[in-house]
């Protein structure tokens, strides 16, 4: 009996510094804040992409979309749009991440920041990584290990980040930057 308590001890000990691991960073409503110090406004945007827009999306990122709807958050001043930002949340290995992408009115990334991951610290990309995907857009090559170096360790992390990236610049460019959008509501 002993012997099974200590295993079942030694399990709990175990589990328990990935459990106070999982982190929320930032929340919706703050990161949006933190993307667009300036705006006035942040409008929100919902997006259906049409069959058409879905495949030319999934064309130019090279992968399948989960969905067809987005919601998409513009930041404005005055006349001006300063950018838009996605919040995308998808299941790297048995649990999630949250990114937020920001990008410029040109269509390419302001930037990218992880407001929530729930994996184990070591599958988390640094922010200098991230970094590398900034200024990049959808007619940009977005390959790992090619044009983006992978992350030793993290494959999973870097191969869904990149995909993600590559599907959020191609939706901008495609639905946003073409003036495609099916509805918009106020936040």
Do not use: C
């Amino acid at each position: 009996m002993n012997k099974q308590l200590a295993i079942i001890s030694l399990l709990i000990l175990l589990l328990i510094p990935s459990l106070s691991t999982s982190k929320v960073y930032m929340k919706r409503d703050e990161a949006l804040k933190a993307a667009f110090p300036q705006a006035e406004e942040i409008e929100k945007i919902e997006i259906f992409l049409s069959d058409e827009q879905a495949a030319k999306i999934e064309s130019i990122s090279r992968s399948r979309l989960n969905s067809r709807l987005f919601i998409v958050y513009k930041g404005i001043k005055g006349d001006n749009t300063l950018g838009y930002a996605i919040i995308d949340t998808h299941t790297l290995r048995t649990k999630t991440e949250t990114v937020m992408f920001v990008v410029n009115p040109d269509g390419t990334l302001s930037h990218a920041e992880i407001l929530a991951f729930f994996e184990p610290p070591e599958y988390m990309p640094g922010d200098n990584w991230i970094e590398l995907f900034n200024g990049k857009s959808a007619k940009d090559s977005i390959r790992l290990g090619k044009d983006i170096p992978n992350i030793t360790g993290a494959t999973i992390t870097s191969n869904s980040l990149a995909q993600t990236m590559r599907q959020i610049l191609a939706i901008v460019r495609v639905s946003l930057l073409q003036g495609n959008i099916v509805k918009k509501e106020p936040k």
